[in-house]
C-alpha cells in the first residue's frame, strides 16, 4: 500500500522559514528512483497549484520545476535512501498561505498518489 505522509507545516511569521517532508512508502526503490514527486498547494477560493516537481533525474539539467511565484525562495530534493521529498520554504509570504500536498507519480504504469496535506499559514 503507498502511503504519503507530509510534516513541518504550521504558523510562521511573514519573512519566516519552514521545512515540509513527505515521507513514501510502499514501492519499491526503482519505481521511487524513476518517479517525478513534488509539491502542489491549494489556499482557499483556489484551484490546486505546482509548487516545486523533481523528475526520476534529480537535480540534473530539466529535473526541477518551480511554480512562478516561488522566484527562488524554494528548493525542493529528494533522499533516496530515506524516500523522501522535501521542500525548504524561506522568504514566507502570507500569499503562500494554502494547504500543501505532497504528489508522486504517475511513472509507467505506476499511477499517481497524493499526501493528504499539510497546512502552512504565514502570518503576524
Known amino acids: 500500500q503507498v502511503q504519503l505522509v507530509e510534516s513541518g507545516g504550521g504558523l510562521v511569521q511573514p519573512g519566516g522559514s519552514l521545512r515540509l517532508s513527505c515521507k513514501i512508502s510502499?514501492?519499491?526503490?526503482?519505481?521511487?528512483?524513476?518517479?517525478?514527486m513534488g509539491w502542489y498547494r491549494q489556499a482557499p477560493g483556489k484551484e490546486r497549484e505546482l509548487v516545486a516537481t523533481?523528475?526520476?533525474?534529480?537535480?540534473?539539467?530539466?529535473?526541477?520545476s518551480y511554480g512562478d511565484f516561488v522566484k527562488g525562495r524554494f528548493t525542493v530534493s529528494k533522499d533516496n535512501t530515506q524516500r523522501t521529498v522535501d521542500l525548504k520554504m524561506n522568504s514566507l509570504e502570507p500569499e503562500d498561505t494554502a494547504v500543501y500536498y505532497c504528489?508522486?507519480?504517475?511513472?509507467?504504469?505506476?499511477?499517481?498518489?497524493w499526501g493528504q496535506g499539510t497546512q502552512v499559514t504565514v502570518s503576524s
Open positions: 504528489r508522486l507519480g504517475p511513472y509507467g504504469n505506476f499511477p499517481e498518489y
Open positions: 510502499g514501492i519499491i526503490l526503482s519505481v521511487f528512483n524513476g518517479s517525478p
Open positions: 523533481i523528475t526520476g533525474r534529480g537535480t540534473g539539467r530539466g529535473g526541477l
